[in-house]
Every structure is written in C-alpha cells, then in structure tokens.
C-alpha cells in the first residue's frame, strides 16, 4: 500500500460494510442519535488446546483511543461510499446519510468506561462500555473489536510465558513471523503483559525501550564462507560490541565448536576488562544444552554470563525446560538454581501468534437504549445459556477476602453499590441453582473496575506509561489465588451478577420467550 | 499510535535490533557491499493440527515491494539509533557507519527474483531470492520475511477453504478478531488465495472490489428494545435495501421466528418488483438449518436465495456441513446438491488468524556471497537434515507430466537448464537415496518459477492485479494432482535437487564437518 491507500484502509473505513449500511437504517429510522450502550466483553480464556487461561490481560485501548481520535469520514472516504451500488446499480448510500456522516461521522459523541491496560480481567466482565449515538457506537464495534481482542490476546499469553520464566528476563523475537503490521501492537501489548525488551526496534523506540538483540547465523556463515570460521566471526562481534557480546553458539556443533570459541573470546574480552554478556542458544535440547553450557562458562569462570534460549518457546517449553533442568543439572554437579538464574528468554512465533488459540472470542453488544429518560436493556438470548447477554447499564466490581486475594468480579446495575451491602449475594451468570452470599464482613475491599476514559469524545484520564501497567499487572497476578494461576486446569475465578442485575436478566429472558411464542 | 510514531514504527526500523548491529559489523569488516545472496523458502507445509495443507499458495510480494521503495534511514531514524547505548554506556552504532547508512541505507541496490503472487508453491522452494550488498541484504531479513510470511499463511489457509467449499462464494469476514493493522495484509491474502469479497470496507476500496456485508444481531435487538421487533427490523432493512436484503434470521429463533419473518419480507420484497438476496446463519446447526430453511423458502417460492453461513467456518467446518447436507438432505425431500448451490460461506477468525497453524515457518538464508569474480555457497549444517541449507545461487524449475500435472519442483544450479538435459535425475534434498530420473519423453512442459522484479533496486515487473494472481492460483490449483489437494493427509509433491546441485552440498557438507573436526 502508499500511503494515500494507508489513509484510506487504516481510518474511518477500517470497519465492515455492514457497520455502515446498519447505520444508514439507523438513520432512516430517526435512531441514528439514540444513545445507546455497547459492552465489550470476552466469553472464554484463552484455551491453547489442552491448557486454558486462568485469567487474562487487558490491552489494546490507547491505541484505539489514537484511532478513535483521527477517525471520522472525510471527503475522500464519502466519495468512495458515494460509489457503492447496489445489486440493480442503485446507490447503497444515499446523499442525506452521507451528509450526515460528514457532518458527525466521529468519535466526538461518545462516552467510554474501560478497565484499565494491565489489570487482569475475566470473562464475561466488561473490558469497556460505550455510550453514545446509536450509529457512530455501531460503526465503531469493528475496529473496537479489532484493536482490544488482539493485544488482550497477546498479553494474556505473554503473563503466561513470564509466569512460567520464573521471574527470568523475557524478550519479545516475534516481528518476522507475526501478523504483517499487528506485530507491532502484539510487540506493545508482549511488554504490557510479560516481555522486559523487544528485538522490534521501531516499536521499542516508540515505546520508549531500547530493543533488545544478538547476532544471527548468517553472520557465522559470511566468516565461514570467507575463510573468517565461527571464531573469526565472534572476535570481530567482540571487538565491535565489547560491552554488550552476547554469541551465537550453535551455527556448527554447539559444545564442540560454539561454546569453546565463545570462551576463548570472553577470555580475551576479559583480559581487556569487559564483562562479557554471555550465549544465545537457539536449537538443539535447550535444557540439556543450558547445563552443559552453564558448565562449561564456569569451569572457565564465567559464572554471570547470561544464557539467552530460542526456538518455539512459549509456556509450556519453558516449563519443560526448567523441569528437566532440575531433573539433570545434579547428574553434571551444576546446580539447577545457578543454571535457571542465568536464563533469559527469547519468546518470537509462540507469543506473537498466541500459538494455540489465535483469537480472543471477545465481542461487543447492544444492552441499552436510551429512551424516555432511562437506560432501556436490551436483551438477545441464546440456545446457549452462556451466551445469553447480561443486559443493561451495569457496572463491575471486584472483591478481595482477608487474604488481600481478588475473590470475585461481579456485576451490578448503575443504581447498586456493593460497598453499602451488608451482604452481597453472587450469582453465577448463567446457571440458576449456582449462587453464594458473601458477608461484608469477610470482605476487604471491593473496588470498581471500569474508569472514566472519554466523556463525550473528550479523553478525562492521564494516559498511564507501559511502566504503569506492568505495574497494574505485577500487583493484579499477586492478588490471584494460585490455583487461578496454574497453567493447565486452572481454578475458575468467579464471575458474578448482583440479585438485582441476576432478576432483571431473568425477566427479559421470559418477556423475550413470550414474545417469540406469540409471533 | 499517532502518524509521527507510525512513520518511526512502519518504516527502516520495522527490523530487529540484530539486523543492525550486525550490518555495523560488516561495515566494519569491510563486507557491508560485498554482494550476498539469501534465499526466502518456508520449510513444511501450515499442518493445522491432524490435517496439513499439501501446497502454498504465494502472496505478499507487493506489499514488501511498498515498503522497500519508502524505508530508507532518515535522520529521525538516525538520531535515535545514535542515542543507542551498551552496557557501559557506550554509544553502539558509530558516527562512520550512521553517515554510510544516512547515504546508502535504502534498498536501491537490491535484485531479488521472486516467485508470483497467487501460484502454488511447496516447502524448500525459494519463494523470493534476494541479491545485494551484505548489509542491506542483511536488513531487509525481517521485513521480507514478516510480509511474505503472513500473507502467504493466509493465502494458503484460504485455498484450503475455498477447495472445500466446492466453488461456492467466500466472504472474508476476519477484522474484528484479526491482528490489528495486519488484517489488511490477512484480507488480501485471503482475496488472492480464495475468498470472493472481504467485509473490510478500507481494503475492499484499497483493492478494488466491492465490500460485502449483511447487517448485525444489535439491529434487531435495538429494534426489538424499542418495541419493533425482528420484523419490523426486517421490514426496514427491505425498504432501505430493496435490491441486497440479506437477513439474520438467528437473533431469536432460527426456524420458528427469523425465517418466517423473512419468508414475509421477502414476499413483499416481490410484490414491489424486487428479488430479495437471502440469508445468513450464524448460528447453531448450519447444516440442518440449511436444508429446513432451504425448503422454507423453497416452499414459499424463494428458490434462488443464497443462504450464507458464518460462525467459525474453516475447511473442515465447510466440508463437514457439505457432508451432513449431503446425507440429510433427502430425509426431509429436499435436494442436498440445490441446498448446497445456494450456500455463501462467510469466513473470519479461523482463515485471518490461519486457526491452526498461525504462521509460516518461512526462513531467510545466506546461500552465497560474491567473492573473486563468483558466487561462494555458503553452507549451514544443521543436526536435523532437513534443516541444511541447499546452498548456492540457484535456479527453481517446475516439471509437467503428459497430464500437464505438475510432477515436481526442481532447484537447479543457476548455469543449468532442465529444458536442455535429456535426463533429469530428481534427488530428495536430504535423503541420500530416494532419486529417480525423467526422460525428456515424460515431460509435457519445464517452466522457470522465479521471475526477476527488482534490478538494482528498480522494479522490471509490471505489478499484476488481484485479478490476475487468482488466475494463476486457479491454473496452479488445476495442475496438481487430486492427491496433493487432499485436505488431510496429502500426497507429498516433490521438491528435488539436481545431481550437480546435491553434489555440491554433499562437498559443502562434508567440508564443514571437517573444518569443524579440525577445530
């Protein structure tokens, strides 16, 4: 694409068609200026097949934010709508409604409530709810849709593979396998959720972090093919980069020729005063290569060398990885804590596709109209309980027991504060005979978590750094209980309807059945 | 991301740190212009989990081609890389090499020879060789493999679903749950590989064609919330769109209320004089629904509405509704193949994400380096065979049957030429004793693969349409034997090396060994 076509693909029309003709009827029924309210809200974690999400990671809104800023239909866009026919070569879109969409075709009307970049979310819990004119909070579901499903996709896998790391450093290698341009959102969201650096240097520059690297095998293979060999190739990396000499250490035989030379070339780094940084292991058995390594580095008194490991990690991988270590490292008289804590992870493919479940199922959903003065709720029911909406104009709380661990998120209307209930009665969302009640004594804090992001187009909250929301992310995982946390079958965090929110769901579930039956 | 940040994130910097400091190696070695050549080939067909594709199909090139006309380092790319900072704080890149990258960092001294976008191709056939200055050719790694990568996984995953649909229209329906910015790239692979149209309306004007799209379930709630119910949604989606009334019939019940209500739309539709257009499940059984709504509106007169699916639709999805139409079909009289002559599929998350498998596993390869008047293979020896590189420069030639059936895919060294051998003997290009030999006489046609569209930087092919790319994919498609279009467990088609071409990686590989003995 050029740029011209970029503008075109990338603003106002980076929508589906539908968006816009549903739009059009709006306007055609005098709705087009209702208010009305849209949830966005994932169904399920993330399953990876065989192992599912405990919990997810919120990200994605300061970009749509961006987007939503410089969004709006200008006069090239109107000219290229103007043109759409219809299957008798009638025009799809006619000169009022375009006129219209001229004229308020923006993001100006609308009112946004979001949980926060960082924390961690639930199913079936708002991420964000729109407010605002009927036709523009439906033209912008798609692009709402787009920008909060993908980077909450990819921050949720990357809270898993930094959880699985045990602290250990994670760098994001995901840009020459990743999704074409998402790779840069998908590199923003990797270091809301988990990753310390990326190797993305456009976006770490935008970010504000330096990009992080090694060397390649093409670099070896050059000095080979020009007589140089994998030792000419380190010294020349060494000299150039005395303070920053990480190698590459398995373009030949990794213990054989690669971990030897890399020595040699610490030693002579040494003895001109630098630190060297240390290997990158990139195929082979990385856990079994790590002790040998590891070995190796110390018997030559490298014991602070970094051994960076690549190659199809994810989750599992490392898990498997830092088991075995613990199984073998004795059998070589290394110790399995010293080989872990020199680990750093190179995590590309795997995160930057969120290998497994590639999509996040969130969706976004008309639950109120605003008529006569009051929020109406709007209802769709589904043959599948669970996939019946939880109507209206709500809110969502979340709810901490002594242990200072987040116990449930419930969700109640506008009107109901759980902070005033003496007790807080918690209905499962779907299934009738599942409900608890919860003493305000056994609480210790219920907090909402949906703030104030645009009121009527205008953004009302400081937009936090990615440091913030590593932050909000740190300290979220910290108030999971640990069964919640575990990578396969974890525990499944509560999700919860207030009785008011539960009754009025149950009421236009029958007012709709009944309607259908007397059609 | 606001346009000043895009412009840093989406231009030279769209590359991994190492490209760089590796570039600054050979710059100061002395290699930077010594002229490289990399190969571009992706080593196993998309296997997206018990069933794997039996060929590619190739996309993305002009994309690529956009981009390496604008990268370039500019100053603001250069004023950030000069802020760069080792470990000691040391600047990393160095005032003599920014002033070599401000002059000649672009890709104006690039060939690369690629094969088209939309023809079939197979795993270790290079789909693009690159031909340039070490470290240009050296940058440009990870752009080229991040825009050829995705969009041939997306052309690839929709053959798969169009070959499955039996001709029937596919719609590209991926945006929403597509990875951000990269679902342009997904929707036109998606509309080279398979698809007919896309819902995108941004891309869909980018690229030509008209976008597609029926309407959402919140127009019928919003209309039921405000009293009119799913008819009169109907009704006035008719009368804005007389000539394309396309309706949802699954907000409340499928059978018992949507195709009904539609069945009345429809009848008023004709009555004014217009043929209404169908439509759309998306929701519960599509099969059966199919067939009863099929004979719905078969008995009321409607027998050229399109029915169109959507809800997680992929190959398999597609193939098994085809098969449960075929078997049901009959037992409530209706005709299993008119049922199927009216679906349009509507296909989004599982071809956009590549469900499955999502991403290629394409590499970028030095194979040679220009030294004393001639091109050097260079050699990688992995422990896995399949994994060593086939070295050199390279020429990939396509070998037809009597049957005009493609039979094999064969790289040849760049001095010989298939057409003029009298013998050809087809080597696996890891399995020393599988080979066989054709005779001239068995061979309808030899055709070369890559074809040249960058000369020093300047572009000699004229850019085909989408248009075009699928006619090549359809006469691709049309050339491979009904084995390899399996869509589980596929014949495998063969990729072969010549004899001289294995015996010079033989010599390579047995001289790496040594050299690696030696050490």
């Known amino acids: 694409m050029n740029s011209a076509q970029k503008s075109i693909a990338e603003g106002i029309l980076f929508t589906d ?12 029924a005098g709705l087009h200026e209702k208010p009305a309210q849209f949830d966005y809200f994932y169904r399920r974690n993330p399953d990876y097949g065989g ?3 405990g919990y997810g990671v919120s990200a994605g809104l300061e970009w749509l934010l961006d987007w939503m800023q410089l969004a709006r239909f200008r006069d090239e866009d109107l000219v290229y709508l103007r043109a759409h026919r219809d299957g008798n070569g009638n025009p799809i879109f006619h000169d009022d409604f375009l006129d219209w969409l001229s004229r308020y075709g923006n993001f100006d009307g609308i009112t946004l409530r979001a949980v926060p970049e960082g924390r961690v979310v639930h199913p079936n819990v708002p991420l964000a709810v729109v407010q605002g004119p009927l036709a523009m909070a439906q033209i912008l579901e798609t692009s709402l849709l787009n920008h909060l499903n993908y980077q909450t996709l990819i921050a949720t896998k990357a809270v898993r593979i930094r959880e699985a790391g045990r602290g250990r450093p994670m760098l994001e290698f995901g840009l020459r396998r990743g999704p074409e341009r998402g790779v840069n959102a998908g590199a923003r969201a990797a270091l809301i959720g988990g990753a310390d650096f990326s190797s993305n240097v456009g976006i770490s520059h ?15 293979q050059a000095f080979m093919a020009l007589g140089g060999g994998e030792l000419g190739a380190f010294r020349a990396y060494a000299d150039l980069y005395p303070n920053d000499c990480l190698l590459l250490v398995d373009t030949i035989d990794t213990l054989g020729s690669g971990v030897p030379n890399a020595i040699t070339v610490f030693e002579e780094l040494r003895r001109k005063g630098h630190q060297p940084a240390g290997i990158r292991l990139d195929s082979g058995d990385l856990a079994h290569l790590s002790i040998l390594a590891a070995r190796m580095m110390d018997e030559a008194g490298f014991t602070e060398t970094s051994i960076v490991l690549s190659n199809e990690l994810d989750e599992q991988t490392i898990w498997q990885i830092l088991t075995q270590i613990e199984d073998e490292a004795s059998m070589y008289g290394v110790d399995a804590a010293a080989v872990v804590g020199r680990l750093v992870y190179g995590v590309g493919t795997r995160l930057i596709t969120s290998e497994g479940q590639p999509a996040l199922d969130g969706v976004y959903k008309l639950v109120a109209i605003h008529e006569d003065g009051r929020w109406v709720p709007a209802m769709k029911i589904s043959e599948s309980p669970a996939k019946t909406l ?3 104009n709500k809110r969502a709380w979340r709810i901490y027991d002594h242990r200072n661990k987040a116990q449930a998120d419930l969700l109640c209307l506008e009107d109901e504060d759980p902070r005033q209930m003496a007790q807080i009665t918690l209905h499962h969302p779907s299934e009738n005979h599942k409900h608890r009640t919860l003493d305000a004594g056994e609480i210790s804090a219920i907090e909402p978590l949906l703030v104030d992001v ?8 400081d937009r936090p750094s990615i440091d913030d929301m590593r932050a909000l992310r740190q300290a979220d995982v910290a108030q999971l209980d ?7 079958n974890p525990h499944i965090y509560h999700v919860s309807l207030s009785d008011k929110l539960w009754n009025l769901k149950q009421e236009l579930i029958r ?7 007397h059609r």
């Open 511 to 517: 007012s709709a059945r009944e309607d259908s039956h």
């Open 51 to 53: 192992h599912q999400a």
């Open 206 to 220: 935008v970010l504000g972090y330096p990009p992080k690297g090694t060397h390649a095998h093409s670099m070896i």
């Open 390 to 392: 939880n109507p209206g």
């Open 454 to 461: 645009l009121v009527e187009g205008r953004e009302v909250l």
């Open 482 to 488: 640990a069964g919640v946390k575990r990578f396969v």
């Open 17 to 28: 068609q539908y968006q816009l003709t549903m739009a059009q009827l709006y306007y055609r």
